[in-house]
């Protein structure tokens, strides 16, 4: 028989953290926004009220060293890193047996799996844990990565990080160039290591500069 009140009442009573609401957050935006830094900020205000919080970036993301999420103007802290076979699930709840979590942040979360999107809901789901994902909407081809894809699709909360285009609208869109300056429109999705840099547009700009519809 269902008892309809009876999930209420345990909330309101606080039973286990099962029962905790927890969300997953997508913070996503264009290269350059400030990503890192408004993640390692939101990181610290748990910090510095005494809770304990996990940090994870991509493995490949070398801008600030492996292991560590940079902010362009100067922070840095140490993160774990994720590759694309890692169960992220298991490990948080790995890490959870000795420390009790209060906040999961995610950055390059552009690169995460699909699989791991799911692994990532189900943390804040099932072990009660809000997540923060912190990424790239679109690459430099205008094209989702499949990452984002997925948290468009799962999070709970969007929220878009603005910055601008020369031209002053919100920049929406990157292009990848060459160390020449030439928009490159042709390669692969993620590139490592090269020489490319990327120039944040908005969509105006950035069909001029690619020459794209
Ligand atoms: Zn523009």
Redesign the pocket.
Known sequence: MARPGLPLLRELCGWGTWLRMAKLYFNYSTMNAGKSTLLLQAAHNYEERGMSVYRMTAAFDDRAGQGKIGSRIGFAREADTFLPDDNLFARIEDVMTDTELSCIFVDEAQFLTPDQVWQLARVADDLGVPVMAYGLRVDFQGQLFPGSATLLALADSLREVRT??????K?TMVVRKDDQGNVLTEGAQVQIGGNETYVS??????RQETGAQ
């Open positions: 601008i285009c020369h031209c002053g609208r920049a547009l908005c969509r105006k700009h950035w």
